[in-house]
């Protein structure tokens, strides 16, 4: 019989993001508004090779992405923690359309970064050289400009929030809603998949076919949901790349992980000439 090891501590999660001073609702509001006004002052001003503009620009996305990120993390901790939970739910969505409205400062921002000459880059470089941001921007002015007019990635990414991101968050709350039957000895239990996946490591490997076995029936039943979820999301994901004149998909996870396609191809060889090892295991 497995032991069942539950964890009783539990985070104040907002305490991690802000202080007393400047409560979640307005940490959020602030953050939106904020963004809004970047947006719209960075967009109608033309590109400034004024290396003392670029770097205001720089400090200013750096303060941003990390507050952003900060509301992505809390969100998906509080979802994740009960996706039944209206005001996690709520806070998800609302956590969406910041990213979205950061990801089109940040397309305007890197047009700044690569307008700047090398003149005034080497000023900026100067000021912010100890900083660990400097290879991120190094990298940003060697890369290509997407070819996609700036209306277009709007429009991508207005839908998105509705798009991509809901039909992933679509499949997330559908997998947190279902419940696996489960039988640990003699306690039969109906489990999440987060809970019926820890009995994957363990050394019993009836134990773990018994996982296989619960998981694999209920998710057979909903199999046309998530395959028209699936199915969907890849579709928004292939039609963003048309837009963009990307021709092949493994484009952006490559660039996104720094690694070619030939390392890529060598990391599968090496798995798939090793499954021997790991198959009997599962």
């Given at each position: 019989?497995v032991?069942?090891h539950?964890?009783?501590h539990?985070w104040?999660l907002?305490?991690l993001?802000?202080?007393?001073?400047e409560?979640?609702?307005?940490?959020?509001?602030?953050?939106?508004?904020?963004?809004?006004?970047?947006l719209h002052?960075?967009?109608?001003?033309?590109?400034?090779?004024?290396?003392?503009?670029?770097?205001?620009?720089?400090?200013?996305?750096?303060?941003l992405?990390?507050r952003v990120e900060?509301?992505?993390?809390l969100a998906?901790?509080?979802v994740?923690e009960?996706?039944?939970d209206?005001a996690?739910?709520?806070l998800?969505?609302?956590?969406?359309?910041?990213?979205?409205k950061?990801d089109l400062?940040?397309?305007?921002?890197q047009?700044?970064?690569?307008?700047?000459?090398?003149?005034?880059w080497?000023a900026?470089?100067?000021?912010?050289?100890?900083?660990?941001i400097?290879?991120?921007?190094?990298?940003?002015?060697?890369?290509?400009?997407?070819?996609?007019?700036?209306?277009i990635?709007?429009?991508?990414?207005?839908f998105s929030?509705?798009?991509f991101k809901?039909?992933?968050?679509?499949?997330?709350?559908?997998?947190?809603?279902?419940?696996?039957?489960?039988t640990?000895?003699?306690?039969?239990?109906l489990?999440?998949?987060?809970?019926?996946?820890?009995y994957?490591?363990?050394?019993?490997?009836?134990v773990?076919?018994?996982?296989?076995?619960?998981?694999?029936?209920?998710?057979?039943?909903?199999?046309?949901l998530?395959?028209?979820?699936?199915?969907?999301?890849s579709?928004?994901?292939m039609?963003?790349?048309?837009?963009k004149?990307?021709?092949?998909?493994?484009?952006?996870?490559?660039?996104?992980?720094?690694?070619?396609?030939?390392?890529?191809?060598?990391?599968?060889?090496?798995?798939?000439?090793?499954?021997?090892?790991?198959q009997?295991?599962?």
């Open positions: 019989m032991k069942n539950t964890m009783l539990r104040n907002e305490s993001l802000h202080n007393e001073e409560p979640l609702e307005e940490f959020v509001e602030h953050l939106e508004s904020e963004l809004t006004e970047h002052d960075y967009k109608t001003n033309k590109l400034n090779q004024n290396s003392e503009t670029v770097l205001d620009f720089i400090r200013t996305m750096e303060n992405i990390k900060q509301l992505s993390e998906y901790c509080a994740s009960n996706r039944k209206a996690a739910v709520k998800e969505a609302r956590a969406h359309e910041v990213k979205q950061l400062l940040h397309t305007v921002f047009k700044h970064v690569k307008g700047s000459t090398d003149e005034n080497n900026i470089k100067k000021e912010i050289d100890a900083s660990p400097i290879f991120y921007l190094e990298e940003m002015r060697k890369r290509d400009i997407e070819s996609v007019s700036e209306n990635a709007e429009v991508i990414e207005d929030v509705d798009g809901a039909w992933s968050d679509l499949y997330h709350q559908t997998i947190s809603n279902l419940s696996f039957p489960f640990d000895g003699e306690t039969k239990q489990l999440t998949l987060g809970e019926l996946s820890k994957n490591s363990v050394s019993d490997r009836k773990r076919n018994k996982v296989h076995e619960a998981r694999s029936g209920v998710l057979r039943e909903n199999e046309d998530f395959a028209a979820i699936l199915n969907h999301f579709g928004f994901r039609k963003t790349y048309k837009y004149g990307w021709e092949s998909v493994l484009k952006e996870p490559l660039r996104l992980n720094r690694i070619s396609k030939d390392t890529l191809d060598t990391m599968w060889n090496a798995i798939k000439s090793n499954n021997h090892i790991f009997p295991f599962f």
